[in-house]
């Protein structure tokens, strides 16, 4: 009896301290099959250790004359949270982390698409592709019976790493304040304002202005509300489900994502969009 009380006690105290999933954020699909998924993780070329006797004595007339070509791949990070117990290795591209603190850092990523993949114990249990932007930081999380789910992709704005780990969790949304100007920002408020008058201003028929949008979003990433307030400023139904649609992935909050069904008019419209969010 004693026995069965500690083994309740540990189950509780291990739902304790993982948190519940983001439902807010994108999960991600697993692409790993279930035959991957039962082979241990071997050690493959990648992994092991570079053989430097193969090199042979670094002689200075051999490398005098060598130049490196420094070829710009772009900058990206990638922060991911396991707040589950257990050991898990993490790799993103050709970087490599295993601990079982929960928390997994990768810098000097290239932008583009890069293939993630979560182990647990050596056995691959989730396997995906993350869309890194240049000079943004992705956020995840990691259940394991829930799945990985993109948080959020935002400027890093300069800083090589951060102060505290658990202050990205607290507003992992990069709602900082100030006014950012790095393409692929969130456009502030005023910044906002300005671009939805000169678009009511100067586009009066919706071609034009789901035109401009797009344009638009190629350097901007937009708030819920604000994207409501571009689409109820276009003029029929249709035109307005094309612009939700195509916003949704430039949202930086899409938790909220439920006030863009505002702007419609009609009931399968709202609808069509909800299922258009569903299958992503």
């Given amino acids: 009896m004693k026995k069965i009380f500690i083994s309740l006690m540990l189950l509780i105290g291990m739902s304790s301290f993982a948190q519940e999933a983001g439902k807010a954020g994108e999960l991600l699909k697993n692409e790993a099959s279930k035959a991957e998924m039962k082979e241990a993780k071997g050690m493959n070329d990648k992994n092991k250790a570079p053989d430097y006797k193969t090199w042979g004595p670094i002689i200075p007339d051999r490398v005098k004359n060598y130049k490196y070509i420094q070829k710009n791949y772009g900058y990206a990070e990638v922060f991911l949270r396991i707040p589950e117990q257990g050991f898990f290795t993490v790799e993103v591209g050709d970087q490599v982390i295993a601990n079982g603190s929960g928390k997994y850092r990768f810098f000097d990523l290239q932008s583009g698409k890069m293939p993630i993949s979560i182990y647990e114990n050596g056995f691959l249990i989730y396997r995906t592709s993350l869309m890194l932007r240049n000079n943004n930081r992705m956020m995840l999380d990691f259940f394991i019976n829930e799945g990985l789910y993109l948080l959020d ?128």
């Fill in 153 to 280: 992709s935002y400027p890093i704005q300069g800083q090589y790493a951060f102060n505290d780990w658990n202050d990205l969790w607290n507003n992992p949304y990069g709602n900082q304040s100030g006014n950012w100007n790095n393409s692929g920002n969130v456009m502030d408020n005023a910044t906002f304002r300005q671009f939805f008058e000169m678009l009511q201003r100067t586009e009066k028929f919706d071609d034009g202005k789901v035109a401009l949008i797009n344009q638009q979003m190629k350097n901007s990433m937009f708030t819920a509300a604000q994207i409501r307030d571009l689409v109820k400023s276009i003029s029929f139904d249709k035109n307005k489900l094309i612009v939700a649609k195509s916003m949704y992935l430039s949202c930086v909050d899409k938790n909220k994502y439920f006030m863009v069904y505002e702007a419609f008019d009609f009931e399968n419209s709202k609808r069509e969009l909800r299922d258009y969010i569903s299958s992503l």
